[in-house]
């Protein structure tokens, strides 16, 4: 049951709205968490956008990852699967939506998946890199959403700041150590406590 609740929370991780109409007419709830990654911003830059169809390098809550359509690259219009378990019956696809390159910006979309407790047409997500001007930079995810029904919103987003920060870390380790954090191996655990958590940006 445990990780069947993951799985249906952590499904948006990487976030969402449906097609490029999305409104975010109605309310919505935030979470935005940050982490800084002893690295330059085009590295992490590369590892969280460029490298788009390869996010099960880093998620430890993706068992794998592939582009589906579009460019091979981290690009408006490319396109990727994430599996969340092993059999691949809970998935999502995606799609670059906008993404700024200079300002280190982009915007995520769901398109299509497998149980989505999301309204898709209200709810989106942001991946930010900030170069620090000391080597090191930060990593950002604010994904604001809807739920569908809404009342599970309140147990989303606490789901949804422990399994973006978890991202986040795994992010970190993939790119100072070059070792994979996959979902399906213990990796993650294995790694957590050996980094800072990350950090909950306080939202509207």
């Known amino acids: 049951m445990k990780n069947k609740s993951i799985v249906f929370i ?6 969402t709205t449906f097609s490029f109409a999305q409104s975010m007419e109605k309310s919505f709830r935030t ?3 940050e ?9 992490v830059w590369e590892a969280m956008v460029l490298d788009y169809g390869e996010i099960s390098n880093f998620s430890p809550y993706i068992y794998t990852s592939e ?18 378990n092993e059999k691949g019956t809970q ?13 280190m910006v982009m915007r995520n979309v769901v398109i299509d998946g497998a149980k989505l407790p999301l ?3 209200n709810s989106q ?13 930060t990593a950002s995810y604010e994904f604001q959403f809807r739920t569908k029904p809404a009342f599970l919103g309140f147990i989303a987003k606490g789901w949804f700041k422990k399994q973006m920060s978890g991202t986040l870390v795994g992010l970190k380790h993939y790119i100072e150590t070059g070792e994979r954090v996959t979902g399906g191996t213990d990796t993650y655990k294995e790694i957590k ?7 909950i940006v306080k939202t509207n």
């Open 10 to 15: 952590v499904i948006a991780i990487m976030a």
């Open 31 to 33: 979470v935005h968490v």
């Open 35 to 43: 982490l800084i990654i002893n690295a330059p911003a085009e590295r």
């Open 67 to 84: 582009y589906t359509n579009g460019s091979l690259k981290g690009e408006v219009g490319a396109e990727r699967k994430c599996n969340f």
């Open 91 to 103: 998935w999502s696809k995606e799609r670059i939506a906008a993404i700024d390159t200079k300002n």
């Open 119 to 121: 309204n898709f047409d």
């Open 125 to 137: 997500a942001f991946y930010r890199v900030k170069d620090n001007g000391d080597g090191t930079s």
């Open 193 to 199: 406590g050996n980094y800072p958590k990350a950090t």
